[in-house]
T-cell receptor, first 109, second 115 residues
Framework: KQEVTQIPAALSVPEGENLVLNCSFT??????LQWFRQDPGKGLTSLLL?????REQTSGRLNASLDKSSGRSTLYIAASQPGDSATYLCALSGYALNFGKGTSLLVTP | EAGVTQSPTHLIKTRGQQATLRCSPI?????VYWYQQALGLGLQFLLWYDEGEERNRGNFPPRFSGRQFPNYSSELNVNALELEDSALYLCASSLLRERGTDTQYFGPGTRLTVL
């Protein structure tokens, strides 16, 4: 059974900092890995999708990497802003998405 | 283009009752997924429907069931509600996996409260 772990569980940083969120998984037989953002009580917004054959994806200030051999993915957020405050979830695709419990990010002005 | 929609937004039921949640996928998407997000437990996969058939289900009891209609919309039914069924229920849709894309797009969710 795929186990997905996200570290840290919570993170508080001042505005402007660059930060890294970590996701680790136990089974490298995946179709792809997705990073999502969830605002309190809301649905999920897809941020980045990395196919299993890819090593990274970039969108604006976000960069996600995937290393299947070590079972790790990182989400890098550059120049963080208060509007980035949310919970960030990584999910691995098998027959459905297998989610980590997320990292709750707070960016303070 | 309209995204995934879910109804109702909020639903309050009492223990033992039945709840019905609805989901409309993005136009052209044939797969619908249901997830449960209970407090402290993270997102758990419930059910996957594609082309009207149940393709897989997560580790949930049979009182969680659903169906997919010919227009690809879907219903999730929860019978004999228990207090621990209180959660945010999220629906997602995607193109069929074999078409090479597996991005799942999520709706805003239905908040079910069981009293």
């Amino acid at each position: 059974k795929q186990e997905v772990t996200q570290i840290p569980a919570a993170l508080s940083v001042p505005e402007g900092e660059n930060l890294v969120l970590n996701c680790s998984f136990t089974d490298s037989a995946i179709y792809n890995l997705q990073w999502f953002r969830q605002d309190p009580g809301k649905g999920l917004t897809s941020l980045l999708l990395i196919q299993s054959s890819q090593r990274e994806q970039t969108s604006g200030r976000l960069n996600a990497s995937l290393d299947k051999s070590s079972g790790r993915s990182t989400l890098y957020i550059a120049a963080s802003q208060p509007g980035d405050s949310a919970t960030y979830l990584c999910a691995l695709s098998g027959y459905a998405l297998n989610f980590g419990k997320g990292t709750s990010l707070l960016v303070t002005p | 283009e309209a995204g995934v929609t879910q109804s109702p937004t909020h639903l309050i039921k009492t223990r033992g009752q039945q709840a019905t949640l609805r989901c409309s996928p993005i136009s052209g998407h044939t797969s619908v997924y249901w997830y449960q997000q209970a407090l402290g437990l993270g997102l758990q996969f419930l059910l996957w429907y594609d082309e009207g058939e149940e393709r897989n289900r997560g580790n949930f009891p049979p009182r969680f069931s659903g169906r997919q209609f010919p227009n690809y919309s879907s219903e999730l039914n929860v019978n004999a509600l228990e207090l621990e069924d209180s959660a945010l229920y999220l629906c997602a849709s995607s193109l069929l996996r074999e078409r090479g894309t597996d991005t799942q797009y999520f709706g805003p969710g239905t908040r079910l409260t069981v009293l």
